[in-house]
C-alpha cells in the first residue's frame, strides 16, 4: 500500500492490488476509523483540527494490524 503526498487534512491511501476499498472500509470501521472509498482501491481519510498524534498512532496501528 502507499500514501501519497498530500498539503492538505485529505490523506489519499492507495490499497495495494487485490484490496477493494469498499471491503477495508467495513474493516476499518469495526476499528472506529472512518474511511471512505475514492474509486476502486484508494481510500480517501480526512483529519480534523482535534486529531491527535495519539489518533494518528492507533490509525496507523490499524492499517498494519489489518494488512492493508
Known sequence: ???ED???NIVIFKLREGLLAVDCMEALKKEDIFALPFGID???FVTHLDYSESDLNATIEALN???F
Open 1 to 3: 500500500s502507499q500514501v
Open 65 to 67: 494490524r489489518l494488512n
Open 42 to 44: 484508494p481510500m480517501r
Open 6 to 8: 498530500v498539503d492538505t
